[in-house]
């Protein structure tokens, strides 16, 4: 079975600019989770689709980052502009299903540099 | 706020040894998962527990939630290189996950 994909692996940007992520979760998997994992600290959840309906985004700072699902299946991230303090680790995650005691398959994220 | 404090933060020891780590809250937790991370990857789920006092075992892991489902501890028996990776715990309160701070483990051969 394959796991999630999440493209580019790693990217660096300078400040102001804007920058996209992609994510292909696992097939069949209703439930998107993009997460923010800065250096030294636990992931934060930025947004939750349940198939192309957001469900929580609740910590996405929407005035510079934006995220869709289109079709229920791929997402994409964006940040525009960017912020030196967006340099962090950018997962996806998914599941089959929401809610307490789901395991979340992960990707090996984005390393976003913000130069 | 709802925090899960991870202890130690960071953790050198030498194979063959036992190590704990540990995984607190003011908070109730309904459930709460540990989760490994090695370095580039995502973290990996290892085990959810649910009921107060539960133990689980995952070969030398054995994980307990406490019985006020406010901490959980994770037991290692025989640290092996393998086992170096940076331990996540993630509690589970008003239908959300709250993430801790992670332990970073390194096993030395």
């Known amino acids: 079975e394959a796991g999630v994909a999440q493209s580019p692996r790693y990217k660096i940007i300078e400040k102001r600019q804007s920058v996209a992520f992609w994510c292909n979760p696992i097939?069949?998997?209703?439930?998107l989770y993009w997460y923010q994992q800065i250096l030294g600290q636990g992931p934060k959840l930025l947004i939750q689709?349940?198939?192309?309906?957001?469900?929580?985004d609740s910590q996405l700072p929407k005035d510079r980052f934006s995220a869709e699902r289109l079709k229920g299946v791929d997402s994409t991230l964006k940040i525009q502009p960017a912020k030196l303090e967006d340099s962090a680790v950018y997962l996806c995650?998914?599941?089959?299903?929401?809610?307490?005691?789901?395991?979340?398959?992960f990707g090996q994220g984005t390393r976003l540099t913000v130069v | 706020t709802q925090l899960l404090e991870q202890s130690p933060q960071f953790l050198s020891i030498q194979e063959g040894e036992n190590l704990t780590v540990y995984c607190n809250s003011s908070?109730?937790?309904?459930?709460l998962q540990w989760y490994r991370q090695e370095p580039g990857e995502g973290p990996v789920l290892l085990v959810t527990?649910?009921?107060g006092g539960e133990v689980k075992k995952l070969k030398r892991l054995t994980f307990q939630f406490g019985d006020a489902r406010k901490d959980s501890s994770l037991h290692i028996t025989a640290a092996q290189p393998g086992d170096t990776g940076l331990y996540l715990c993630?509690?589970?309160?008003?239908?959300?996950?709250?993430w801790g701070a992670g332990t970073k483990l390194i096993i030395k051969p």
């Open positions: 995650a998914s599941s089959q299903k929401t809610g307490e005691g789901t395991e979340a398959f």
């Open positions: 097939s069949g998997h209703a439930t």
């Open positions: 689709f349940q198939n192309n309906g957001v469900v929580d």
């Open positions: 908070s109730v937790f309904s459930s």
């Open positions: 527990v649910v009921t």
């Open positions: 993630a509690g589970y309160s008003n239908y959300q996950l709250i």
